[in-house]
């Protein structure tokens, strides 16, 4: 497709569960990315991909939450044993990963944990 | 340390009056400087962009922004605002130097009266 795609749309999960989100970025986009956004609030960093190398991870909350990009194309998100501060919504952007290149965002994936 | 502020987080105007969005950052370097537009259901859309050069610059859907380097500032203006622009803007910098982050503001909601 034309734009990053993120699926699911939406996901419920009970607390405790493991929920994996997926992001499909734009073809041609090396760097990809990972923000959370609150209700309110303005996306917060999580981690970035460089091809299939994560090269920061320094906004993952804690060790319940990791990343991954096998094959430098699509990445997924995995949280593990959710917990109900973990509904947000979750964004991926993606871009051509030159210093000046803007983020291309997807629809997001609005995770709620009860 | 590096951040964005929004000031206002409602802002209402009447259809065809002009609209201005403030945004001000903290940052040691020169910064690359976004808009992004946020409509209820989407991912975030670039508006438009400053990295160098011409302090004010032209985006989309009639919208532009000029950089004002003496008072930390990059605010959004619109000269008539169309009962479609309602949405939530999104001011951010980044790359953050030595890293990949970009840093947004916690938006501003726009609302248009017919």
């Known amino acids: 497709g034309a734009g990053v795609s993120q699926s699911p749309r939406y996901k419920v999960t009970k607390r405790g569960q493991d929920v994996a989100l997926r992001c499909d970025p734009i073809?041609?986009?090396?760097?990809l990315y990972w923000y959370r956004q609150a209700l309110g609030q303005g996306p917060e960093f999580l981690t970035y991909?460089?091809?299939?190398?994560?090269?920061?991870k320094s906004g993952l909350p804690n060790d319940r939450f990791s990343a991954e990009r096998p094959e430098g194309s699509i990445s997924t998100l995995t949280i593990q044993r959710t917990e109900q501060r973990d509904s947000a919504m979750y964004r991926c952007?993606?871009?051509?990963?030159?210093?000046?290149?803007?983020?291309?965002f997807g629809n997001g994936t609005r995770l709620t944990v009860t | 340390a590096q951040s964005v502020t929004q000031p206002d987080i409602h802002i209402t105007v009447s259809e065809g009056a002009s609209l201005e969005l403030r945004c001000n950052y903290s940052y040691g370097a020169t910064p690359y400087l976004f808009w992004y537009v946020q409509s209820p259901g989407q991912g975030l859309q670039l508006l438009l962009k400053y990295f160098s050069g011409d302090t004010l610059v032209q985006g989309i859907k009639g919208f532009e922004a000029e950089f004002k380097r003496s008072q930390s500032s990059f605010n959004l203006r619109k000269p008539s605002v169309h009962w479609s622009d309602a949405a939530e803007y999104f001011c951010?910098?980044?790359?953050?130097?030595?890293?990949?982050?970009?840093?947004f503001g916690t938006g501003t909601r726009l609302k248009v009266l017919a």
């Open positions: 991909f460089n091809y299939e190398a994560q090269q920061d």
């Open positions: 073809s041609g986009h090396v760097s």
């Open positions: 951010a910098v980044g790359p953050i130097s030595g890293t990949y982050k970009y840093i």
């Open positions: 952007a993606s871009s051509l990963g030159r210093e000046s290149s803007p983020l291309h």
